[in-house]
């Protein structure tokens, strides 16, 4: 029996649990396009719809959640898996009581654990279900391996682009080798789109229906669209006190849009149960399979 059998049985064994996370996986074809800004203040945002959010940044080797925190965690996720620390203590606790966990050196890691180890690794994940409402899993950029293994296994992606041609275009590659990977399910993963530093709607409007035109021919993806974020000097202002707009700003511009996009992720449509990917443990489940295939 394999790493990734183990583990799948270990999740199936664990089924019966009530309560699981939501869990959002954040991305972009590129860099420098504001993701980890995004995933930040939404995170407060959904926070102040009453809630319980932990943010995971999965942007190995950067620290830009930890900047925009003004968070320098003692301790990562790493640190559970091979030096005994408890979930508890790499839960960091951020603005408007949201969790923070870094994801430290790297994921990729943990894919070389023995059977205790895999076990220790779901039961710590699903007392992180236990916690949380929602977890927004914050990636890096681009299409390296560990970041198309966390889009491949998250149930609902948001995916950011901005008006640039170079982050259309490499939005549309990322989906592109998103869709050519062996296990990717389209048709049950929920992706949706943010138009960032965009000059009004109409600007963000046409950026989704361009690449979405692209999308729906070429890949037979459907999307949707969770709306535009303005380009605003508050939230420029806010980065530069290390501190979230929606914190800083909040009735800013960008803190308003994050917070409408935060209020149709709640109240729209849900991702179906039987789609969700078991909160947290499945995503981590979903990625054993992948690395290992």
Same mark, same amino acid.
């Given at each position: 029996m394999d790493q990734a059998e183990q583990l799948r049985n270990i999740i199936k064994a664990q089924n019966k649990k009530?309560?699981?996370?939501?869990?959002?996986?954040?991305?972009?074809g590129k860099g420098g396009v504001g993701k980890s800004n995004i995933s930040v203040n939404l995170a407060i945002q959904l926070s102040r719809?009453?809630?319980?959010?932990v943010v995971l940044d999965a942007d190995f080797g950067l620290a830009n959640i930890e900047i925009m925190l003004g968070i320098r965690p003692e301790y990562n996720l790493a640190d559970v898996m091979f030096h005994g620390k408890e979930l508890h203590e790499i839960v960091k606790k951020g603005p408007e009581d949201i969790g923070f966990i870094s994801g430290g050196s790297g994921l990729k890691e943990l894919t070389n654990l023995d059977s205790d180890q895999v076990r220790s690794l779901v039961h710590t994940m699903y007392e992180l279900d236990s916690i949380a409402d929602v977890v927004i899993v914050d990636t890096g950029a681009g299409i390296s391996g560990a970041v198309m293994d966390l889009v491949m296994s998250s149930a609902e992606v948001i995916l950011v682009a901005t008006p640039e041609p170079t982050s259309i275009t490499d939005?549309?590659?990322l989906l592109k080798i998103l869709c050519r990977k062996d296990g990717f399910d389209k048709q049950g993963t929920k992706v949706h789109m943010i138009a960032n530093r965009t000059h009004d709607y109409q600007d963000g409007k046409e950026l989704f229906d361009k690449l979405n035109m692209v999308v729906q021919k070429f890949?037979?993806?459907?999307?949707?669209?969770l709306g535009h974020i303005p380009s605003d000097d508050r939230l420029y202002q806010a980065v530069m006190k290390q501190q979230p707009v929606s914190i800083s700003y909040p009735n800013a511009s960008s803190s =308003?849009?994050?917070?409408? &996009? #935060?209020? *149709?992720?709640?109240?729209?449509?849900?991702?179906? +149960?039987? =789609?969700?990917?078991?909160? &947290? #443990?499945? *995503?981590?489940?979903?990625?054993?399979?992948?690395? +290992?295939?």
């Open positions: 009530e309560h699981l996370a939501r869990v959002i996986t954040v991305t972009s719809l009453k809630k319980r959010v939005a549309y590659a890949l037979n993806m459907k999307m949707d669209y =308003r849009a994050i917070l409408d &996009i #935060a209020m *149709l992720l709640e109240n729209g449509e849900i991702v179906e +149960k039987e =789609r969700s990917g078991r909160g &947290i #443990a499945g *995503l981590f489940s979903k990625m054993f399979h992948f690395v +290992k295939a």
